[in-house]
Protein backbone atom coordinates (compact mmCIF):
# COMPACT_ATOMS: atom_id res chain seq x y z
CA UNK A 1 0.00 0.00 0.00
CA UNK A 2 2.88 2.30 0.89
CA UNK A 3 4.23 2.19 -2.91
CA UNK A 4 0.61 2.81 -4.06
CA UNK A 5 0.99 5.91 -2.46
CA UNK A 6 4.65 7.16 -3.67
CA UNK A 7 4.70 9.02 -6.85
CA UNK A 8 1.91 9.50 -8.95
CA UNK A 9 0.23 6.87 -6.48
CA UNK A 10 -2.40 8.94 -5.14
CA UNK A 11 -3.53 9.94 -8.82
CA UNK A 12 -3.82 5.94 -8.95
CA UNK A 13 -5.51 5.33 -6.04
CA UNK A 14 -8.42 8.09 -6.85
CA UNK A 15 -8.73 7.29 -10.19
CA UNK A 16 -9.37 3.28 -8.81
CA UNK A 17 -12.01 4.79 -6.18
CA UNK A 18 -13.41 6.91 -8.97
CA UNK A 19 -14.09 3.64 -11.13
CA UNK A 20 -15.26 1.70 -8.62
CA UNK A 21 -17.93 5.07 -7.72
CA UNK A 22 -19.03 5.11 -11.55
CA UNK A 23 -19.38 1.26 -11.40
CA UNK A 24 -23.15 1.68 -9.68
CA UNK A 25 -24.27 4.17 -12.10
CA UNK A 26 -23.21 2.00 -15.11
CA UNK A 27 -24.89 -1.46 -13.94
CA UNK A 28 -27.88 0.25 -12.32
CA UNK A 29 -28.65 2.15 -15.70
CA UNK A 30 -27.57 -0.33 -17.88
CA UNK A 31 -29.80 -2.59 -16.37
CA UNK A 32 -32.65 -0.50 -16.71
CA UNK A 33 -31.74 0.45 -20.34
CA UNK A 34 -31.34 -3.88 -20.98
CA UNK A 35 -34.88 -3.74 -18.97
CA UNK A 36 -36.39 -0.92 -21.01
CA UNK A 37 -34.53 0.67 -23.69
CA UNK A 38 -34.22 4.59 -23.17
CA UNK A 39 -32.14 7.25 -24.17
CA UNK A 40 -32.03 8.45 -20.72
CA UNK A 41 -30.95 5.44 -19.21
CA UNK A 42 -28.67 4.96 -22.67
CA UNK A 43 -26.88 8.33 -21.49
CA UNK A 44 -26.36 7.49 -17.81
CA UNK A 45 -25.51 3.97 -18.40
CA UNK A 46 -23.22 4.15 -20.78
CA UNK A 47 -21.35 7.25 -19.72
CA UNK A 48 -20.34 5.69 -16.52
CA UNK A 49 -19.13 2.60 -18.32
CA UNK A 50 -17.00 5.32 -20.42
CA UNK A 51 -16.11 6.91 -17.42
CA UNK A 52 -14.30 3.27 -15.85
CA UNK A 53 -13.19 2.35 -18.58
CA UNK A 54 -11.31 5.89 -18.95
CA UNK A 55 -10.39 5.80 -15.21
CA UNK A 56 -8.85 2.14 -15.41
CA UNK A 57 -6.78 3.10 -18.21
CA UNK A 58 -2.82 3.25 -16.93
CA UNK A 59 -2.62 7.38 -15.78
CA UNK A 60 0.42 8.17 -17.08
CA UNK A 61 -0.75 7.64 -20.70
CA UNK A 62 -4.03 8.72 -19.52
CA UNK A 63 -2.75 12.48 -18.81
CA UNK A 64 -0.19 11.98 -21.43
CA UNK A 65 -3.11 12.11 -24.20
CA UNK A 66 -5.03 14.65 -22.15
CA UNK A 67 -1.82 17.14 -22.50
CA UNK A 68 -1.66 16.59 -26.29
CA UNK A 69 -5.59 17.01 -26.39
CA UNK A 70 -5.44 20.42 -24.48
CA UNK A 71 -2.42 21.32 -26.51
CA UNK A 72 -4.22 20.69 -30.29
CA UNK A 73 -7.58 20.83 -29.46
CA UNK A 74 -8.59 22.53 -26.45
CA UNK A 75 -12.05 23.90 -28.14
CA UNK A 76 -12.71 19.76 -28.51
CA UNK A 77 -11.24 19.16 -24.40
CA UNK A 78 -13.54 22.92 -23.59
CA UNK A 79 -16.73 21.31 -25.37
CA UNK A 80 -16.25 17.93 -24.07
CA UNK A 81 -15.49 19.40 -20.43
CA UNK A 82 -19.06 21.21 -20.66
CA UNK A 83 -20.27 18.07 -21.59
CA UNK A 84 -19.39 16.86 -18.55
CA UNK A 85 -19.98 19.16 -16.59
CA UNK A 86 -23.79 18.99 -17.29
CA UNK A 87 -24.10 15.43 -17.01
CA UNK A 88 -22.37 15.56 -13.74
CA UNK A 89 -25.04 18.21 -12.73
CA UNK A 90 -28.25 16.35 -13.74
CA UNK A 91 -27.48 13.88 -10.64
CA UNK A 92 -26.51 16.47 -8.48
CA UNK A 93 -30.10 18.17 -9.06
CA UNK A 94 -31.91 14.94 -8.92
CA UNK A 95 -30.20 13.71 -5.93
CA UNK A 96 -29.27 16.68 -3.38
CA UNK A 97 -33.16 17.54 -2.79
CA UNK A 98 -33.69 14.05 -1.81
CA UNK A 99 -30.67 14.08 0.25
CA UNK A 100 -31.60 17.49 2.11
CA UNK A 101 -35.67 16.11 2.48
CA UNK A 102 -34.24 13.05 4.02
CA UNK A 103 -30.60 12.54 4.70
CA UNK A 104 -28.88 9.29 4.14
CA UNK A 105 -25.99 7.71 2.12
CA UNK A 106 -27.96 6.66 -0.24
CA UNK A 107 -28.76 10.31 -1.88
CA UNK A 108 -25.48 11.73 -0.06
CA UNK A 109 -23.04 10.13 -2.06
CA UNK A 110 -24.85 10.62 -5.06
CA UNK A 111 -25.65 14.18 -4.80
CA UNK A 112 -22.51 15.72 -3.32
CA UNK A 113 -20.29 13.59 -5.22
CA UNK A 114 -21.52 14.58 -8.70
CA UNK A 115 -21.94 17.88 -7.45
CA UNK A 116 -18.02 17.77 -6.52
CA UNK A 117 -17.27 16.12 -9.96
CA UNK A 118 -19.26 19.45 -11.53
CA UNK A 119 -17.20 21.23 -9.90
CA UNK A 120 -14.04 20.09 -10.19
CA UNK A 121 -14.43 20.05 -14.16
CA UNK A 122 -15.60 23.57 -14.05
CA UNK A 123 -12.71 24.79 -12.43
CA UNK A 124 -10.07 26.40 -14.68
CA UNK A 125 -7.74 23.85 -16.42
CA UNK A 126 -4.60 25.46 -14.61
CA UNK A 127 -6.11 25.02 -11.79
CA UNK A 128 -6.73 22.07 -11.83
CA UNK A 129 -3.07 21.15 -13.51
CA UNK A 130 -1.58 23.05 -10.09
CA UNK A 131 -3.96 20.16 -8.07
CA UNK A 132 -2.12 17.32 -9.72
CA UNK A 133 1.54 18.58 -10.05
CA UNK A 134 1.36 18.89 -6.26
CA UNK A 135 -0.15 15.40 -5.99
CA UNK A 136 2.45 14.02 -8.45
CA UNK A 137 5.53 15.90 -6.53
CA UNK A 138 8.05 12.95 -5.43
CA UNK A 139 7.73 12.87 -1.32
CA UNK A 140 10.36 11.13 1.25
CA UNK A 141 8.32 10.48 4.34
CA UNK A 142 6.17 13.74 4.81
CA UNK A 143 8.98 16.05 3.50
CA UNK A 144 8.56 17.06 -0.19
CA UNK A 145 12.11 16.17 -2.48
CA UNK A 146 12.92 19.47 -4.54
CA UNK A 147 14.25 18.13 -7.79
CA UNK A 148 17.79 19.92 -7.93
CA UNK A 149 18.02 21.49 -12.17
CA UNK A 150 22.00 21.68 -12.74
Do not use: C
Amino acid sequence: MLSLLRRGGWLRLVTLVLAWAHSFPAAKHLGLFVDNPSLTEAWKGFGALAAVVIYLLPVPWLVGRIQVLWQRRRVVVQLATTVLVVAHLVPAVDHLPRFWAEPGWSEGWRGVGSLLAATWLALPVDWQGRVLQWVLRPRVGTRVVEEVVP
